[in-house]
């Protein structure tokens, strides 16, 4: 709101600029620290002072030395330059616009009437209500495609960092006055559906398990599936890491082997790994010839590394093996046998060893999955109705996240309907030369085509050379849908970080295909979301679940509300329903109030904080506004009177008066963090306002304090709770 202020005393300034002959022209304007009222600052003095003496320069005495003449250059300059900062002045004190005007040392300083200023932004907030913030009508029509989960896998706490910064993203650029399409795409088909269906298949397709449980259920058995199926990789990677950094476990490769082959293995199989682990050299699974071979070696592997866990433990870290032919090569030291990573290598072999049973299966299952695949390929009814029925069950459980997120979406994208669309896409790339076969597969040279000599875009494959679709190969019709189909001037994909490459050449591909509006496409980039206990991954099967989460905060939300307020007269609805508002709006804050390029350690405890950066906190500021206000019979109406302003009620002017700023410069600058951040910032300053009952009553305050203060609270309760819901969080009104 100050910004039209600005703009006020930007075009008065120009109208003297133009009445004196020096001619209008950009201004940038500072704000000046508040001093009874507000102002803006002009430093165009000196730019109109250096090119008056450029065209018209003074006669400076020749006998003077180079130091005293540019001494004597820079005195003249200041001098011009306050006679004129003091005639702009002159010109400016006259208009009623203005409070003061001032000019001092060369900068024109221009103040506006505390009042009228204060009372307009104030009562702006109250009047415009939900409107508060909301920018004018912009040309573009704009869609942010975001969420993206896969079908047939479970949505974990990770997936909300996508859907919370998508969702706000959505909420922003509507607010700022963009027509905004809210769109998701849904991974309904790949070798993550192909694994899981051929799991369930194989292994569970007579189980019954509950409806509203078989979303994650399908979760379940994806990583089942990845288990099974990477079983042998992951075997096979842990023999490996020990014959190459653990010398004790090579060193008694001998002695396992004396009793494998007492156990019956073949001696094939004993020399192979012998002549492999003592040697440093890889273990390749299919080298092994005997099913049987690992699962009896297994248990000699983890006695092994108990006897070496205790070695440790007694006297210290040991050296990896000496370096062989194969390893004499590597740089740097060799890594140290500790404890901590004998300990991992120990749980791995325990999760491993839980199904080492499935050892010998493994080949056929791979085989099983390629037919499965090829069931995909020639549309196998009885596969397509499977996959049809399941990816229901995913979709409903979606379905239910979202509603419990509060988010929407007008337009709803699933890859299986753009793989024979995208393949068409490629045929006309190649037909009109953007793309070519190069060893074997449609790809694009997008360097080569924009004339770039130096690599910045690189070559994107488009397609397989069997012809099976690529990522790219949807995206390009995804996209096409969007600006064809759908009529978008600006699309916004939020998406994975390590994405960025990949979608800077879907946007080149798109320009030299003759599309206008890849111009203006942006990839918004996230990390991933952590637990304090490490990385998270469906594949790895350690992925936390979302509902489990948000169970347990809202869990937690309500326990901290019956801590704090035992003998409120609330009923247990309403406790479950401000512990909801309170559980999810803390995971959607958690999500949005770090840089979306940083990893999010994801903490309970500090999501629930009502003391510190988080949705509690803020949420907990707009309640005790509406409880202030529940006291009040009448707001204030009319102008009321601002004086004696202390520094925490100009500090809240200041911040309510920011609020349209921040909305449209999150909104262009495609950052929610800006809305996280005020919101913070203004329940602070709210905090610090209210904390001094003594030195600032509200409620008991003389009047025209008690107006002017009650105002204030509810400016600032509108304006949280503007905030709050651009970000997709709820504002209690009691907590």
Same mark, same amino acid.
């Given at each position: 709101?100050?910004?039209?202020?600005?703009?006020?005393?930007?075009?008065?300034?120009?109208?003297?600029?133009?009445?004196?002959?020096?001619?209008?022209?950009?201004?940038?304007?500072?704000?000046?620290?508040?001093?009874?009222?507000?102002?803006?600052?002009?430093?165009?003095?000196?730019?109109?002072?250096?090119?008056?003496?450029?065209?018209?320069?003074?006669?400076? @005495?020749?006998?003077?030395?180079?130091?005293?003449?540019?001494?004597?250059?820079?005195?003249?300059?200041?001098?011009?330059?306050?006679?004129?900062?003091?005639?702009?002045?002159?010109?400016?004190?006259? *208009?009623?616009?203005?409070?003061?005007?001032?000019?001092?040392?060369?900068?024109?300083?221009?103040?506006?009437?505390?009042?009228?200023?204060?009372?307009?932004?104030?009562?702006?907030?109250?009047?415009?209500?939900?409107?508060? %913030?909301?920018?004018?009508?912009?040309?573009?029509?704009?869609?942010?495609?975001?969420?993206?989960?896969?079908?047939?896998?479970?949505? =974990?706490?990770?997936?909300?960092?996508?859907?919370?910064?998508?969702?706000?993203?959505?909420?922003?650029?509507?607010?700022?006055?963009?027509?905004?399409?809210?769109? !998701?795409?849904?991974?309904?088909?790949?070798?993550?559906?192909? /694994?899981?269906?051929?799991?369930?298949?194989?292994?569970?397709? =007579?189980?019954?398990?509950?409806?509203?449980?078989?979303? &994650?259920?399908?979760?379940?058995?994806?990583?089942?599936?990845?288990?099974?199926? #990477?079983?042998?990789?992951?075997?096979?990677?842990?023999?490996?890491?020990?014959?190459?950094?653990?010398?004790?476990?090579?060193?008694?490769?001998?002695?396992?082997?004396?009793?494998?082959?007492?156990?019956?293995?073949?001696?094939?199989?004993?020399?192979?790994?012998? %002549?492999?682990?003592?040697?440093? *050299?890889?273990?390749?699974?299919?080298?092994?010839?005997?099913?049987?071979?690992?699962?009896?070696?297994?248990?000699?592997?983890?006695?092994?590394?108990?006897?070496?866990?205790?070695?440790?433990?007694?006297?210290?870290?040991?050296?990896?093996?000496?370096?062989?032919?194969?390893?004499?090569?590597?740089?740097?030291?060799?890594? $140290?046998?500790?404890?901590? !990573?004998?300990?991992?290598?120990?749980?791995?072999?325990?999760?491993?060893?839980?199904?080492?049973?499935?050892?010998?299966?493994?080949?056929?299952?791979?085989?099983?999955? &390629?037919?499965?695949?090829?069931?995909?390929?020639?549309?196998?009814?009885?596969?397509?109705?499977?996959?049809?029925?399941?990816?229901?069950?995913?979709?409903?459980?979606?379905?239910?996240?979202?509603?419990?997120?509060?988010?929407?979406?007008?337009?709803?994208?699933?890859?299986?309907?753009?793989?024979?669309?995208?393949?068409?896409?490629?045929?006309?790339?190649?037909?009109?030369?953007?793309?070519?076969?190069?060893?074997?597969?449609? $790809?694009?040279?997008?360097?080569?085509?924009?004339?770039?000599?130096?690599?910045?875009?690189?070559?994107?494959?488009?397609?397989?050379?069997?012809?099976?679709?690529?990522?790219?190969?949807?995206?390009?019709?995804?996209?096409? *849908?969007?600006?064809? #189909?759908?009529?978008?001037?600006?699309?916004?994909?939020?998406?994975?970080? /390590?994405?960025?490459?990949?979608?800077?050449?879907?946007?080149? +591909?798109?320009?030299?295909?003759?599309?206008?509006?890849?111009?203006?496409?942006?990839?918004?980039?996230?990390?991933?979301?952590?637990?304090?206990?490490?990385?998270?991954?469906? &594949?790895?099967? !350690?992925?936390?679940?979302?509902?489990?989460?948000?169970?347990?905060?809202?869990?937690?939300?309500?326990?901290? +509300?019956?801590?704090?307020?035992? !003998?409120?007269?609330?009923?247990?609805?309403?406790?479950?329903?401000?512990? =909801?508002?309170?559980?999810?709006?803390?995971?959607?804050?958690?999500?949005?109030?770090?840089?979306?390029?940083?990893?999010?350690?994801?903490?309970?405890?500090?999501?629930?904080?009502?003391?510190? =950066?988080?949705?509690?906190?803020?949420?907990?500021?707009?309640?005790?506004?509406?409880?202030?206000?529940?006291?009040?019979?009448?707001?204030?109406?009319?102008? $009321?009177?601002?004086? @004696?302003?202390?520094?925490?009620?100009? @500090?809240?002017?200041?911040?309510?008066?920011?609020?349209?700023?921040?909305?449209?410069?999150?909104?262009?600058?495609?950052?929610?963090?800006?809305?996280?951040?005020?919101?913070?910032?203004?329940?602070?300053?709210?905090?610090?306002?209210?904390?001094?009952?003594?030195? /600032?009553?509200?409620?008991?305050?003389?009047?025209?304090?008690?107006?002017?203060?009650?105002?204030?609270?509810?400016?600032?309760?509108?304006?949280?709770?503007?905030?709050?819901?651009?970000?997709?969080?709820?504002?209690?009104?009691?907590?």
């Amino acid at each position: 709101m100050f910004r039209q202020y600005e703009q006020q005393a930007t075009d008065s300034i120009n109208e003297v600029l133009d009445e004196l002959g020096f001619g209008s022209r950009p201004l940038t304007m500072r704000p000046v620290p508040f001093s009874g009222s507000w102002g803006t600052a002009s430093s165009v003095s000196f730019q109109l002072a250096n090119e008056s003496l450029q065209k018209d320069p003074p006669s400076v @005495d020749e006998s003077l030395s180079k130091k005293e003449a540019r001494a004597r250059q820079q005195e003249l300059v200041r001098e011009r330059v306050g006679a004129i900062a003091e005639a702009i002045a002159d010109k400016l004190r006259c *208009r009623p616009e203005f409070d003061r005007v001032e000019a001092v040392n060369g900068y024109i300083n221009l103040y506006f009437p505390t009042q009228k200023l204060a009372n307009e932004v104030v009562f702006g907030a109250i009047g415009q209500g939900d409107d508060f %913030g909301r920018g004018p009508k912009q040309a573009d029509r704009v869609m942010i495609e975001f969420s993206q989960p896969n079908t047939h896998k479970e949505f =974990h706490v990770g997936h909300s960092r996508n859907a919370a910064l998508g969702n706000a993203l959505a909420n922003i650029t509507e607010f700022a006055g963009f027509e905004t399409v809210r769109a !998701n795409y849904i991974g309904d088909i790949g070798m993550h559906v192909i /694994r899981c269906l051929w799991c369930y298949d194989a292994f569970h397709q =007579h189980e019954e398990v509950p409806k509203d449980k078989r979303g &994650r259920w399908l979760g379940d058995i994806y990583a089942e599936s990845v288990r099974r199926l #990477d079983l042998q990789e992951g075997v096979v990677k842990l023999l490996n890491e020990l014959s190459t950094q653990d010398a004790q476990f090579v060193s008694a490769i001998d002695k396992m082997m004396k009793e494998l082959f007492e156990a019956g293995v073949p001696g094939e199989d004993i020399a192979y790994l012998l %002549g492999q682990i003592a040697n440093q *050299r890889p273990v390749v699974a299919d080298q092994i010839l005997d099913g049987e071979t690992i699962p009896k070696f297994w248990p000699l592997i983890g006695e092994q590394l108990l006897f070496e866990l205790e070695y440790i433990r007694e006297h210290g870290p040991q050296e990896a093996p000496p370096p062989t032919s194969r390893t004499a090569t590597v740089k740097g030291p060799l890594p $140290v046998v500790t404890v901590e !990573n004998t300990q991992e290598r120990y749980e791995r072999w325990q999760r491993l060893g839980r199904n080492i049973e499935w050892w010998p299966h493994v080949p056929q299952w791979r085989e099983e999955v &390629r037919e499965t695949f090829q069931k995909w390929e020639r549309k196998d009814p009885e596969f397509v109705k499977l996959w049809d029925e399941t990816r229901e069950w995913s979709m409903q459980e979606f379905h239910r996240i979202y509603d419990e997120l509060g988010i929407t979406f007008d337009v709803w994208f699933y890859e299986s309907e753009v793989e024979e669309e995208g393949r068409e896409i490629v045929k006309e790339l190649l037909e009109r030369g953007i793309a070519e076969i190069s060893e074997g597969l449609p $790809v694009v040279k997008i360097d080569e085509k924009l004339g770039l000599e130096k690599e910045t875009y690189r070559t994107l494959p488009i397609l397989r050379s069997d012809g099976t679709t690529l990522y790219s190969t949807k995206d390009l019709e995804l996209t096409r *849908r969007k600006f064809q #189909d759908y009529e978008i001037d600006r699309s916004v994909w939020v998406i994975d970080v /390590r994405q960025s490459l990949y979608f800077q050449q879907i946007f080149k +591909i798109m320009e030299l295909w003759g599309f206008e509006q890849a111009e203006k496409c942006f990839h918004l980039g996230y990390e991933i979301v952590t637990l304090p206990e490490g990385t998270m991954s469906s &594949r790895a099967g !350690n992925a936390v679940f979302y509902e489990d989460v948000a169970a347990a905060l809202k869990q937690r939300a309500r326990e901290i +509300i019956d801590e704090k307020s035992p !003998n409120t007269s609330l009923t247990e609805e309403q406790k479950n329903t401000i512990a =909801h508002d309170v559980g999810v709006g803390s995971l959607l804050y958690s999500m949005i109030n770090r840089d979306n390029h940083r990893v999010i350690t994801f903490s309970l405890e500090e999501a629930l904080s009502f003391d510190g =950066h988080a949705a509690p906190y803020i949420q907990y500021a707009h309640a005790r506004a509406c409880r202030i206000l529940d006291r009040v019979d009448k707001l204030p109406e009319g102008e $009321v009177i601002f004086e @004696d302003l202390q520094s925490q009620e100009i @500090d809240l002017i200041e911040q309510i008066a920011a609020f349209p700023t921040e909305v449209e410069k999150s909104a262009f600058e495609h950052k929610p963090l800006v809305i996280a951040t005020y919101v913070f910032e203004l329940a602070q300053k709210f905090n610090d306002f209210y904390a001094d009952f003594e030195k /600032r009553p509200i409620l008991t305050a003389p009047e025209p304090q008690r107006s002017m203060r009650i105002a204030l609270v509810a400016a600032t309760g509108r304006t949280l709770a503007n905030g709050l819901g651009l970000l997709g969080v709820a504002a209690p009104e009691v907590m």
